[in-house]
């Protein structure tokens, strides 16, 4: 069975600072590595996601993933209240649309002024 | 980025009575929607995949007769939950990927269901 593990937090960074946020999978099947952004009472919205081995940056975003640890991160600099939410780390077992994903528990993070 | 619309966004029933939420693809053909169930505090949990065309597919512990299930066209499917219980109270999310792209998924607005 899959899973996906993250750390409930919350985690608070003053503004302006980075925020690092982790997630660990068990099936080393996994092809595809997604982070959500959820504000309560909304659905998700993506974020990024992430195939290959490395860092991918977007902005203010990077993830970063290393397929042997199984782990994958976002990193988010410059962090602004707006940031605060819930960031769920997703997993899935390969490209293509339609995919099948297995969503951590989030990551409650706080940006404080 | 692709846009997936569900409805209704809030809905209030009593127990004993279905609800029929709905979940469409504007922008694009989605030959596979996903449903999705959270709880408060809780991540999004799988509870059925709905193919076109076809019969959907549910995870286990889900039970197929209660939570209905068409997917009827490539823009359209809906959820149905059967003679509703208060502790089917929960937040159901769709959500559908395009092959197209990445592998993302793209989610609709969320349905905030209550049973009294």
């Known amino acids: 069975q899959k899973e996906v593990e993250q750390n409930s937090g919350p985690l608070s960074v003053p503004e302006g600072a980075i925020a690092s946020l982790n997630c660990t999978y068990s099936d080393r099947g996994s092809q595809s590595f997604f982070w959500y952004r959820q504000y309560s009472g909304k659905s998700p919205e993506l974020i990024m996601f992430i195939y290959s081995n490395g860092d991918k940056e977007d902005g203010r975003f990077t993830a970063q993933l290393n397929k042997a640890s199984q782990y994958v991160s976002l990193l988010i600099r410059d962090s602004q209240p707006s940031d605060s939410a819930t960031y769920l780390c997703a997993v899935g077992g390969g490209a293509g649309g339609g995919n099948k994903l297995t969503f951590g528990t989030g990551t409650q993070l706080k940006v404080e002024l | ?116």
């Open chain 2, 1 to 116: 980025g692709a846009v997936v619309s569900q409805h209704p966004s809030r809905v209030i029933c009593k127990s004993g009575t279905s609800v029929k939420i709905e979940c469409r693809s504007l922008d694009f053909q989605a030959t596979t929607m996903f449903w999705y169930r959270q709880f408060p505090k809780q991540s999004l949990m799988l509870m059925a995949t709905s193919n076109e065309g076809s019969k959907a597919t549910y995870e286990q512990g889900v039970e197929k007769d209660k939570f209905l299930i068409n997917h009827a066209s490539l823009t359209l499917s809906t959820l149905t939950v059967t003679s509703a219980h208060p502790e089917d109270s929960s937040f159901y999310i769709c959500s559908a990927g395009f092959r197209a792209h990445t592998g993302e998924l793209f989610f609709g607005e969320g349905s905030r269901l209550t049973v009294l």
